[in-house]
């Protein structure tokens, strides 16, 4: 099946600083979704995005499916973006694929 | 809405008990899913389903029967627990093949002693 690289897998930040996480699938999709699990262990829908770019306030993600690879940027980072970013994709099959997620602590 | 819901939130098992775990959406969605993950992993797909009556096999089937007799309901069920099946269950739910976002439940926190 499509395999899905996310990096870096861990990422301490200061509060206020920005980050830009990666993912790489392996072929072409029709799906790309980027969650935020919280420390409580809830998934958030963050962007869905096969191909483009969208911006939710500090949030902002751009897929270029051409080159089979994503990016999540956080601006002004805040203690409650911790948690861990999973980038999903799917492909011809009806479900998505989860990369092992990146794990950011955003300290005070 | 109140979306894909979950239950129960946190449970344990001893080696050898079955339990359901229950999971309903009122979104109207043709596609449901079972996904567990494990501690530091991602999310691996269980069973899914595309529309009442209709179920199939995921990445890791074994040791756990879904059936799906509503468009609402997407029980998952295991047989015979075993300390590899503690995991974090999750419920998720889709309107239809290309039809974008994938929503999630709250999770089911499932401890096999």
């Known amino acids: 099946g499509i395999q899905v690289e996310q990096s870096p897998p861990d990422l301490i930040l200061q509060e206020g600083a920005n980050s830009t996480l990666r993912c790489n699938f392996s072929?072409?999709?029709?799906?790309l979704q980027w969650f935020h699990q919280n420390p409580w262990g809830q998934l958030i829908n963050l962007f869905y995005i096969p191909s483009g770019t969208k911006q939710n306030g500090r949030l902002s993600a751009t897929t270029v499916a051409t080159e089979r690879y994503s990016l999540l940027y956080i601006s002004s980072s805040q203690t409650t973006d911790s948690g861990v970013y999973f980038c999903?994709?799917?492909?011809?099959?009806?479900?998505?694929?989860f990369g092992k997620g990146t794990s950011l602590l955003v300290t005070p | 809405n109140a979306g894909v819901t979950q239950t129960p939130k946190f449970r344990i098992l001893k080696i050898g008990q079955s339990m359901t775990l229950q999971c309903a959406q009122d979104?109207?969605?043709?596609?449901m899913y079972w996904y567990r993950q494990d501690p530091g992993m991602g999310l691996k797909l269980i069973y899914y389903s595309v529309g009442a009556g209709i179920t199939d096999k995921g990445e890791v089937p074994n040791g756990y029967n879904v059936s799906r007799s509503t468009t609402e309901d997407f029980p998952l069920r295991l047989e015979l627990a075993a300390p590899s099946q503690t995991s974090v269950y999750f419920c998720?739910?889709?309107?239809?093949?290309?039809?974008?976002?994938?929503?999630f439940g709250p999770g089911t926190r499932l401890t096999v002693t």
């Open positions: 072929d072409s999709v029709n799906n």
């Open positions: 979104m109207n969605h043709n596609y």
């Open positions: 999903a994709v799917q492909n011809s099959g009806y479900a998505l694929n």
């Open positions: 998720a739910s889709r309107r239809g093949q290309g039809a974008g976002e994938q929503y």
